[in-house]
Nanobody, 127 residues
Framework: QVQLVESGGGLVQAGGSLRLSCAASGGTVSSYAMGWFRQAPGKEREIVAAMTASSWNNGRTYYGDSVKGRFTIFRDNAKNALYLQMNNLKPEDTAVYYC?????????????????WGQGTQVTVSS
């Protein structure tokens, strides 16, 4: 059973940056397809960024259209952690951000829920 714990959320002004972290236990992040999702009040959860397992296409990445060029997903295998670097933040990025892992190593997003989820971390961007 993989356990995921997010951290790094907070309040930031528009144009600022944050780095979210997702610490994993009970499994290695390199062996799973990983993803970051977010859910804003009154909206459905949406994918932010995803990455295949390290052994699948060298960790291919995917980004939602609204964050392309601003956010970067990356993995530190030594620390067994997943990260989301968020730059040039906008008020519309305000949401609870969730880290997720899936046993299907090739997975990049998709509509089915990932196998494991963290508890989420709040990101608030003020204008």
């Amino acid at each position: 059973q993989v356990q995921l714990v997010e951290s790094g959320g907070g309040l930031v002004q528009a144009g600022g940056s944050l780095r979210l972290s997702c610490a994993a236990s009970g499994g290695t992040v390199s062996s799973y397809a990983m993803g970051w999702f977010r859910q804003a009040p009154g909206k459905e959860r949406e994918i932010v960024a995803a990455m295949t397992a390290s052994s699948w296409n060298n960790g291919r990445t995917y980004y939602g259209d609204s964050v392309k060029g601003r956010f970067t997903i990356f993995r530190d295998n030594a620390k067994n952690a997943l990260y989301l670097q968020m730059n040039n933040l906008k008020p519309e990025d305000t949401a609870v951000y969730y880290c997720a892992a899936d046993k299907a190593r090739w997975r990049l997003g998709g509509t089915d829920p990932y196998d494991y989820w963290g508890q989420g971390t709040q990101v608030t961007v003020s204008s």
